[in-house]
């Protein structure tokens, strides 16, 4: 099993920054990837970001919708995935969700692929 935990999220104005943070614990050597989904109200939960942290792969995709404005990284040492979104606006706003993969698959974006999720971490972004 894999715990994650996020932290970060909070409200801020339009054109602001927020990172948020995802730690993870338990049997995370078994983890392939990390990353990102959102959901804001009355909609489904969507991809934003996904980390490659198994090996020594260094590879990141990210949704066209935070391209150019969002950044994930990682810190193997600490087992963390960071989000740090820049310029954000008001359509940001969402409840963000950490989620780690066991294995690689094509279909990246998809929740369907991931095997654990964190509680989820409330961001407001205000016009």
């Known amino acids: 099993q894999v715990q994650l935990v996020e932290s970060g999220g909070g409200l801020v104005q339009a054109g602001g920054s927020l990172r948020l943070s995802c730690a993870a614990s338990?049997?995370?050597?078994?983890?392939?990837?990390m990353g990102w989904f959102r959901q804001a109200p009355g909609k489904e939960r969507e991809f934003v970001a996904l980390?490659?942290?198994?090996?020594?792969?260094?590879?990141?995709y990210y949704a066209d919708a935070v391209k150019g404005r969002f950044t994930i990284s990682r810190d193997n040492a600490k087992k963390t995935v960071y989000l740090q979104m820049n310029s954000l606006i008001p359509e940001d706003t969402a409840v963000y969700y950490c989620?780690?993969?066991?294995?690689?698959?094509?279909?990246?974006?998809?929740?369907?692929?991931?095997?654990?999720w964190g509680q989820g971490t409330q961001v407001t972004v205000s016009s």
């Open positions: 338990g049997r995370t050597l078994s983890t392939y990837g």
């Open positions: 989620a780690a993969a066991r294995y690689s698959s094509s279909r990246y974006y998809s929740s369907d692929e991931y095997d654990y």
């Open positions: 980390a490659v942290i198994r090996w020594s792969i260094d590879s990141t």
